[in-house]
C-alpha cells in the first residue's frame, strides 16, 4: 500500500513569512501526489496535484511543490503567508495501477499564521 | 447542479443505534467515495461505489454499508454505533474514468456518538 508522510502536525509562521509543510512518501515507483487544504467545518479542496512532467507543481492561492524523487519528498511551499492561510493541510498518494478511487492521506499539518 | 452535498451537517446519536448520511454527487459523478476523518487523523478511505456497486472496501467491517442511486445520489449507513465512529464522513465524486484525480469533496456530516 501506498503511504505518506507529513511531519509537523503543527506549523505556526508570522503573516508575510515563508510556509513549509512537509510531505514524504513511501512509494517503489514515482507516485501521483496531491495536497489538499481544510477549512474549518468544510471538505477538502485540492491545492494541487503531481502526474507526471515537470516536478514543481504551482497550485492555487499562490502554494507550489517540489516532487524529488531522490529525497522521496513533495513539500508544499508558499513565499508569503497570508492570514486566510490557516487552515489544515494534508499531502496524498492514489492508488496506482489501479482503478479503485482511493487516496492514503497523511495526518495533516495544522497551519497557524500570526498577525 | 454542479458541487457535492452532504447532510445533514451534524448529528448525534447514541451508541447502538444506525445511522445514514447522504451525498449528492454532481451530474455525471458516476463514482463515489467515503472517507472518515476521525478528530486529529487524516481521512481513512470507506468504500468506494460505481454504477450503483461497491467496487472496493478499505479497512471498515460490514456495519458501514452504502448505497449508490442512478440519480448521483448516494448513501453511508452504519449500523451498531460505537463511540468510536463518532468523525467527519466525507464523500468524493468524479466523473467516469478520472478517479482520484478528479476528485470533489462535499464539506462532511460530522457524527458525534455518545
Known amino acids: 500500500a501506498q503511504s505518506v508522510t507529513q511531519l509537523g502536525s503543527h506549523v505556526s509562521v508570522s503573516e508575510g513569512a515563508l510556509v513549509l509543510l512537509r510531505c514524504n512518501y513511501s512509494?517503489?515507483?514515482?507516485?501521483?501526489l496531491f495536497w489538499y487544504v481544510q477549512y474549518p467545518n468544510q471538505g477538502l479542496q485540492l491545492l494541487l496535484k503531481?502526474?507526471?512532467?515537470?516536478?514543481l507543481v504551482k497550485g492555487i492561492n499562490g502554494f507550489e511543490a517540489e516532487f524529488k524523487k531522490s529525497e522521496t519528498s513533495f513539500h508544499l511551499t508558499k513565499p508569503s503567508a497570508h492570514m486566510s492561510d490557516a487552515a489544515e493541510y494534508f499531502c496524498?498518494?492514489?492508488?496506482?495501477?489501479?482503478?479503485?478511487?482511493?487516496?492514503?492521506f497523511g495526518r495533516g499539518t495544522q497551519l497557524t499564521v500570526w498577525p | 447542479e454542479t458541487g457535492v452535498t452532504q447532510s445533514p451537517t451534524h448529528l448525534i446519536k447514541t451508541r447502538g443505534q444506525q445511522v445514514t448520511l447522504r451525498c449528492s454527487s454532481q451530474?455525471?459523478?458516476?463514482?463515489v467515495s467515503w472517507y472518515q476523518q476521525a478528530l486529529g487523523q487524516g481521512p481513512q478511505f470507506i468504500f468506494q461505489?460505481?454504477?450503483?456497486?461497491?467496487?472496493g472496501r478499505g479497512n471498515f467491517p460490514p456495519r458501514f454499508s452504502g448505497l449508490q442511486f442512478p440519480n448521483y445520489s448516494s448513501e453511508l449507513n452504519v449500523n451498531a454505533l460505537e463511540l468510536d465512529d463518532s468523525a467527519l464522513y466525507l464523500c468524493?465524486?468524479?466523473?467516469?474514468?478520472?478517479?482520484?484525480?478528479?476528485?470533489?469533496f462535499g464539506s462532511g456530516t460530522r457524527l458525534t456518538v455518545v
Open positions: 468524493a465524486s468524479s466523473y467516469p474514468g478520472e478517479g482520484t484525480y478528479g476528485y470533489t
Open positions: 512509494s517503489s515507483v514515482p507516485p501521483y
Open positions: 503531481y502526474t507526471t512532467g515537470a516536478t
Open positions: 496524498a498518494v492514489p492508488d496506482r495501477g489501479s482503478t479503485l478511487g482511493r487516496l492514503y
Open positions: 451530474s455525471g459523478h458516476n463514482t
Open positions: 461505489y460505481y454504477r450503483e456497486e461497491e467496487n
